[in-house]
């Protein structure tokens, strides 16, 4: 069946917008973007849906959601300000109270409220990513599901890559067309250099898009370039080893190899000049010649 949506404007991807311009569509592909005149003249057999005092615009991306924690809203706005305790009512509602059965349908909330917003592609990061990606498949979003990764501690790397990489093999089995499995290291500050080192060589390996927080606090940058402040303190009160690299975390993470996968740096606002520099020359991919 053809329908033409039509609307006092139309916004294409590449071309200036279009007052009353329409839409065709045939199944679930679009057949044909102009004004409304020329679209009935091209289809004169079309059904005509008329919007009218509206705005017909493609899809909208959210790069950086977490759709599992939906159903949390309005549950740690009282320790907003301390990172800590926020983290910790966090996980122990996210892993202790909340089901799998749960989880799976904040994740659906989340995804059915981003339809509602107009958004049809996300990347999501997410500690249960299986449930998320099942979630995604159901209400028909596209999108990139990361698998999140957890680990400080040194001494604990291999056990960590090991669910990691188990994690994505289910990612993986259960990618369609519309979904497909990513993995994100959490943070340069809740996962070590070693297990970096061995995510970002997964990432190649297996062709996973990568998304990492970073670069987004001034907690996280005394963290990396000093050694000090509130990261480091947590992690001395687990007795865990943090020997800061002494560099900004755009060098760290090109040190550990991340940038090396083209990843996507969710926040990254606490940049200079010289880390922009370098994360445009890690994005840049020469041609290579047979």
């Given at each position: 069946?053809?329908?033409?949506?039509?609307?006092?404007?139309?916004l294409?991807?590449?071309?200036a917008?279009?007052?009353?311009?329409?839409?065709?569509?045939?199944?679930?592909?679009?057949?044909?973007?102009g004004?409304?005149?020329?679209?009935?003249?091209?289809?004169?057999?079309?059904?005509?849906?008329?919007?009218?005092?509206?705005?017909i615009?493609?899809?909208?991306?959210n790069?950086?959601t977490?759709?599992?924690?939906?159903?949390?809203?309005?549950?740690?706005?009282?320790?907003?300000?301390?990172?800590?305790?926020?983290?910790r009512?966090?996980t122990?509602?996210?892993?202790?109270?909340?089901t799998?059965?749960d989880?799976?349908?904040?994740a659906?909330?989340?995804?059915?409220?981003?339809?509602?917003?107009?958004?049809?592609?996300?990347?999501?990061?997410s500690?249960?990513?299986?449930?998320?990606?099942?979630?995604?498949?159901?209400?028909?979003?596209?999108?990139?599901?990361?698998?999140?990764?957890?680990?400080p501690?040194?001494?604990?790397?291999?056990?960590?890559?090991?669910?990691?990489?188990f994690k994505?093999?289910?990612?993986?089995?259960?990618?369609?067309?519309?979904?497909?499995?990513?993995?994100?290291?959490?943070?340069?500050?809740t996962?070590?250099?070693?297990?970096?080192?061995?995510?970002a060589?997964?990432?190649?390996?297996e062709?996973?898009?990568?998304?990492?927080?970073?670069?987004?606090?001034?907690?996280?940058e005394?963290?990396?370039r000093?050694?000090?402040?509130v990261?480091?303190?947590?992690?001395?009160?687990?007795?865990i080893?943090w020997?800061?690299?002494?560099?900004s975390t755009?060098?760290?993470?090109k040190?550990?190899?991340?940038?090396?996968?083209?990843?996507?740096?969710?926040?990254?606002?606490?940049?200079?000049?010289?880390?922009i520099?370098?994360?445009?020359?890690?994005?840049?991919?020469?041609?290579?010649h047979?």
């Open positions: 069946m053809t329908t033409i949506y039509s609307a006092r404007w139309v294409p991807v590449s071309a917008a279009i007052e009353h311009g329409a839409v065709v569509v045939e199944g679930q592909r679009i057949a044909g973007v004004p409304e005149p020329e679209m009935v003249s091209r289809f004169p057999s079309a059904k005509i849906e008329s919007l009218g005092e509206a705005v615009l493609p899809g909208l991306v790069t950086h977490h759709l599992e924690l939906t159903a949390l809203r309005g549950y740690l706005e009282k320790e907003e300000n301390d990172f800590f305790a926020w983290l009512k966090l122990i509602a996210r892993l202790e109270r909340m799998p059965d989880i799976r349908v904040s659906m909330w989340g995804a059915c409220e981003a339809v509602r917003a107009g958004v049809t592609c996300v990347g999501d990061a500690d249960m990513g299986l449930l998320s990606m099942l979630a995604l498949q159901e209400v028909g979003l596209r999108g990139v599901v990361y698998q999140e990764s957890f680990g501690d040194a001494r604990l790397v291999a056990e960590n890559f090991e669910k990691l990489k994505v093999q289910e990612l993986q089995t259960n990618q369609s067309k519309l979904v497909r499995a990513g993995v994100s290291p959490h943070a340069p500050y996962v070590c250099g070693p297990q970096l080192e061995l995510i060589d997964l990432a190649t390996s062709d996973l898009p990568l998304m990492m927080h970073a670069a987004e606090s001034e907690a996280e005394l963290f990396v000093e050694g000090c402040g990261f480091a303190d947590g992690l001395a009160r687990r007795e080893e020997k800061a690299p002494g560099i755009i060098q760290y993470l040190q550990v190899g991340i940038l090396e996968t083209h990843p996507l740096l969710a926040h990254c606002i606490r940049v200079d000049d010289d880390d520099a370098v994360r445009l020359l890690a994005a840049y991919r020469p041609l290579r047979k």
